[in-house]
C-alpha cells in the first residue's frame, strides 16, 4: 500500500474553513469562552498538584489547546494538562528535576508523533477497558490522597511519594489541621456537589472557586488578626504568578558524576512512554467520545501527531504534558463548539486570564482547589464501572484490581505495563480455550459439519485413515498443543492422516513451523498428511512459508469429500 502522508495528517481546522459561516463562529465563540473559564480552575490545580505551579498549568493549558485544536484530528477537541498526569509528572521531578521532565515530554511527544507518522492511532484504541478503568481508578485515588495536606491546611512539606508512606505521615501530623482552611475547603466542596443540582450552565469547580476567593479575601481584609485566617494559604502566598508567556527556553541540565545525556535520556523514556500511552490512551477515547456527540469521525493519526507536537513544543516554555481533557471537550459540544476554533479561542481567554488576571489567580485558596481536585477525582475514579466489574467475578475484575493497585502503590508505568502484559496473557487463554481439537475415527456427521453437501448419509471414514479437525485460531498456544496430540497418539499408527482447516481463521509462525515439523516426522514414519478445507489466506501463508513445498499439491483438498476421496486412492496403492 502506497504511504500518503495526507492519510495520517489533515488537520481538521483547514477542512473546517471550506464551509465556515458567521453563524458557526458566534457559537464557537461563544463554547471557546466557555471551555476556557472552565478550564481556569482546572489548569492551575493541575499545575500545582504535578509540583510545579500555577503558571506552568495555565501556559500548558494556552499552548497545547491552541496546537491540539490547530493540528489535531478532532473537530471538537480540548487540549490541556489533566488529572491524569499528575502522579507520573510529580515522580518524574522528585526523581530528575524540571529538566528531566522536559526531556521526558519531548521523548513522548516525539513517541506520538512516530505513531501518528506510522498509522498506530487505530491500535491504541484496542488497550483493554479493564486496564483503562483499573490505572484511571488508581491515579483518582493518588490524586485524593495527594490533596489532604491543602484540604486539611496541615503546612507540610516533604511529603513523601509512596501512597503507604503519604497516609502514615498524613496522621502523624494530623493536629496540624487548620480548620478555617478545612472549612473553606469543605464550603468548596459543597459548592463543587450540589452547582450542577441547581444549574448546569455554571460549572461547579468555577463557582467554587469565586465563592471562596471572594469570601476569604473578606475575612483576610475586614476579620480580626486573632481569628487566625492568616492560615488559610492561597496561591499568591506559595508561588509568584508572571503577568505574561515566558519566552522558550532550555532547562538547566545538571548531570551526575558520571553520567551522560544519553544514560539520562535511558533511564527517562520508560516515563515516556507512560507518557505516550496515556496521551494517546485519553485523547483518543475523548474523541472518540466526542464523535458520538456530533455525529463525525476524527483522524486517529493526525489526533496523535497533533498531540506530540504540543508535547515537544510545551517543555520549552515550562509546561508539562497535555492530552485532550474529555470534560473539556463536552463542555465545548454541549455550548455549541462544532470545529477547532472554539478550541484556539479556548486558549485565547486563558492567554488573557494569564496577562491581566494574574493578581485575582494569586488569591485563590489551596484548600478550594484541594476540592476542586478530589471532585475531579470522584469523577475519574469509575466506582459504577468497578461495582460492577465485580458482580460477573471474572478475569477482567482480576485484571482491573492488580492495574489499579500496582498504579497506587507502586507508579503508573508498571501499572500500565503489567496491565496491558495481563490483559494480553488472559486473551490469548481464551482465545486458547475457543480452539478445540477433536480426532474423528469412523465417521463424519453432515448435520455438523458445514462444508459437507447437504442431504447425505453420514460420512464414513475408511480404514487406515484418522482424521484431526481444529476449530479456531492456529496460533502458538494452540500449535504446540496440536503437536502433542499428533504426537502421543496412542494405539495403532494409521497411515493416512487428514487435518482439517476448514475453521482455521489464521496461522501464525510457530503453528507453520510445527505443522512442517509434523509433515518431516510424518513422511519418516511413511504416513500421509493430507489438508482439507483451508481457506484461502490461509492458504497463501502456508505457500509463502514453505509448506506447499513439503506435500504433494494433490494432498491440499478444499473439502472433507475430496480429501476423503484422495485417501482412498493413497490407501488403494499402499494395498
Known sequence: MQYNIKDVFAPKLFQTFRNYNKAQFGQDTLAGLIVGIVAIPLAIAFGISSGVGPTEG????????FLISFFGGSKVQIGGPTGAFIVIIYGIIQQYGLAGLTIATVMAGILLIIMGLTRLGSVIKFVPYPVIVGFTAGIAVT???TQMNDFFGL??????ANFVDKWVYYFQHFSNVNWWAFGVGMFSLLICIFMPKLTKRIPGSLAAIIFATFGVWLLKTYAPAEWGIAGIKTIGDIYDLPHGVPMPHLPSMELAEGESYLSMIRQLFPSAFTIAMLCAIESLLSAMVADGVIGDKHNSN???????????????FGGIPATGAIARTMTNINNGGRTPVAGIIHAIVLLLVLLFLGDLVGLIPMSCLAAVLIMVAYSMSGWKTIVGTFKHRNRDMWVLLITFFLTVIFDLTVAIEV?????????????????????????IDPNEDTDIQLNLEHLTIPDGVEVYEIDGPYFFGIANRFDDVMTHVSGEKYPIRIIRMRKV?????TAMHNLSMLIQRSHNEGITIILSGVKTHVLHQLQTGGIEQQMDPDNICPNIHVALKRAEELLAKIK
Not at 58 to 65: P, R, S
Not at 155 to 160: I, M, R, S
Not at 505 to 509: A, I, L, N, Q
Open 155 to 160: 503546612g507540610l512539606k516533604d511529603v513523601p
Open 143 to 145: 490524586i485524593f490522597s
Open 505 to 509: 481463521p489464521f496461522v501464525d509462525s
Open 58 to 65: 495555565l501556559i500548558t493549558a494556552i499552548i497545547a489547546g
Open 419 to 443: 496491565g496491558i502484559l495481563l490483559a494480553l496473557v488472559l486473551f490469548l487463554m481464551r482465545t486458547n480455550e475457543q480452539t478445540h481439537i477433536r480426532t474423528l475415527h469412523k465417521e
Open 302 to 316: 493526525t489526533e496523535l501527531i497533533a498531540q506530540g507536537i504540543a508535547n515537544v513544543v510545551v517543555p520549552f
